[in-house]
């Protein structure tokens, strides 16, 4: 079975959608699947290499760097189609996979996948964008309307990361019973609980309790709520902290909102992390906290579940489908200072409860999501969707 899956940036470029193709790509190989990537040749990038076994192409490009751009850079690149039929002339591919509906000249894929009659699927990593902002609504829907929806709309099967987007993207119109829920996947045995203390050190929080939000700096996160939740945290532990680890166009605002209510001593801005200290933040922190107002199914929580961290969260899209309220965690409203100030104050009041919240994290992460579970579920999606297409 040839797949070939098509996104405008992979890796080294850093994002949720890179990543997940990242491990997905590799995780298929190892079950004997043959993948070739389809990307972009962006700057700094090889124009071809493999890696673990997966084959990368990347093709003739233009990315141009847009301040406040999510996500960046802006890629374009008018001759896709063609760079993707010469490798389909020479893989012959099975099935050919779009990631992301949010670059115009990628989006293409759909039309030469129906052009020659080739099975074509899309997943959905991104929701409607309705709800972060006034402006993300408006420019965000009609970018979907003229053309977000139509690679949904032509592919043969669209994988749901959660079954809350599933049902979302329905709304555009789009048959439901097309489309299956797999969810992100996290390589568990790379994070887990940890005795290190070089991170509380670094900070200067030691032995206080430790709050962690991982992820970027922007307004679908929620952090606004989550700063106007410390004082009341504070008000019952006030040698609290909490360590925000990411950067993005909000930050500069963030510390001007932190500095006006005297939070500095705890609220701290990391700034950028290397992977082995954020495993260690994962690993050490007392409990992970996401206050975001819009969500998917954030990896953020699966990397904090596979710690065995405890998670306070909202009920953001598919959070509800990672964390169960009560019982590796709490799930509040998003936009509620009060609420998550509470929940908060609950679990730091038991250190028995966020133990057993813990253990039940990192049990679920281990049994529902790990990387191994995930490909094995997209490739059985691929299976059906190929034998569906030979009884045609």
């Known amino acids: 079975m040839k ?3 098509v996104n405008a940036l992979f890796h080294p470029f850093s994002g949720g959608v890179e990543k997940h193709m990242f491990e997905l790509s590799r995780e298929l190989v190892k079950q004997g699947v043959d993948v070739t990537i389809v990307t972009a040749r962006i700057s700094g990038t090889e124009e071809y290499e493999e890696i673990d076994g997966v084959k990368v192409h990347r093709v003739p490009c233009l990315d141009i760097k847009v301040p406040g751009f999510y996500p960046p850079p802006l890629v374009l690149s008018p001759f ?19 990631q992301n509906r949010f670059f115009v000249d990628f989006d293409t894929a759909a039309i030469y996948a129906k052009l020659k009659g080739k099975p074509f699927m899309m997943t959905i990593h991104n929701a409607r964008p309705v709800g ?49 829920a797999v969810h992100n996947g996290i390589n568990v045995g790379e994070f887990r609980p940890s005795s290190e203390n070089n991170v509380r050190k670094k900070y200067d929080i030691n032995d206080d309790p430790m709050l962690l939000f991982v992820g970027r700096m922007i307004t679908q996160k929620g952090l606004t709520y989550l700063i106007d939740a410390m004082p009341m945290v504070l008000k019952e532990y006030p040698n609290a902290k909490i360590l925000l680890i990411g950067r993005g166009n909000l930050l500069e605002t963030l510390k001007s909102k932190v500095k006006a209510m005297g939070l500095e001593d705890s609220v701290i801005f990391s700034g950028y992390m290397s992977e082995e200290m954020l495993k260690e933040a994962y690993g050490t922190c007392d409990l992970f906290v996401l206050p975001s107002v819009w969500e998917v199914l954030p990896i953020a929580i699966l990397e904090a579940m596979s710690a065995g961290r405890p998670i306070a969260c909202t009920d953001a899209g598919g959070n509800k489908e990672l964390v169960e309220d009560g019982l590796n965690g709490y799930v509040v409203p998003s936009r509620d200072p009060k609420a998550l100030a509470d929940k908060i104050n609950l679990m730091l009041s038991d250190p028995e409860r966020m133990k057993s919240m813990g253990h039940a994290s990192r049990k679920r992460a281990e ?26």
């Open 3 to 5: 797949i070939c899956l």
């Open 132 to 180: 972060i902002s006034l402006p993300i609504t408006i420019f965000g829907t009609a970018y979907d309307l003229l053309i977000g929806r139509w690679p949904f709309a032509m592919a043969d099967r669209i994988i749901a990361v959660s079954d809350w987007v599933r049902y979302d993207i329905s709304r555009y119109r789009i048959d439901i019973n097309k489309m299956v």
């Open 80 to 98: 896709f189609i063609r760079h993707l039929k010469k490798l389909d002339d020479r893989y012959d591919f099975d099935i050919i996979h779009l």
């Open 367 to 392: 049994e529902e999501f790990d990387w191994k579970l995930i490909a094995a579920s997209t490739k059985k999606v691929y299976e059906d969707l190929l034998k569906e297409r030979s009884k045609n």
